[in-house]
């Protein structure tokens, strides 16, 4: 046991967890918003120049800008799928949110499409961030696209993200750990921390749907 928690690769990922937390606050104090009265420890509400962009490919192959959800909430994650623990855990809360959301309340769900971007767009390709995005929820959408329009999208939703290389050859991705609800009219509404329990994501989906 001494041997694994001292080994560099255990270090490594360990760095890399704590590194997105500790990124994930900076990128918090970066949004400037007040905090939504519903529950000021799950959701932050962040200025309306906030606005979410991206053009991007999915599963598919085709290509996809939130003009292809029309009047729809956006409910967006940015990590990848390489991601050695924070970003399948907030996604299995996304998925766990939107089922929560479905059986207390319908209609607001059927108005939320849940997506997840990768900053890691080198090792996945359309296929893969497909497979990936429906294991977490069958309606959530994976997209990836060139270096350049990943840092688009990113940049658009204020997201850090950052390559780093390990000793064995391999390379983690560095990112904030940032859940986003976007307005139809493509502003950012609400942004949900890492880590936060599926039901207040799913409650602070349905008051900001709900208005």
Known sequence: ???ILTSPVF????????ASIAIGFIAW????GSKIALDSNTVIVPPT?????????????ERVTPDSFPDQYLLVYFGYTYCP?????DLAIVGQAMDILEQKD????????????TVDPARDGTDTVGIFAETFHPRMVGLTGTDKEIAEAASSYRVYYSRRDMDDGNYLMDHSAFTYLVGPDGSVTG????????????DGIAALVNG
């Open 1 to 3: 046991m001494r041997r």
């Open 11 to 18: 270090v490594a990922l360990i760095a890399g967890i704590m």
């Open 29 to 32: 104090q970066q949004f400037g």
């Open 49 to 61: 120049s906030i606005r979410g962009d991206f053009n991007l490919i999915d599963g598919k192959g």
């Open 85 to 89: 623990d924070v970003c399948p855990t």
């Open 106 to 117: 319908g209609t607001a769900a059927a108005k939320v499409q849940p997506i997840f971007i």
């Open 191 to 202: 942004i949900f921390k890492h880590d936060t329990a599926p039901d207040a994501m799913a």
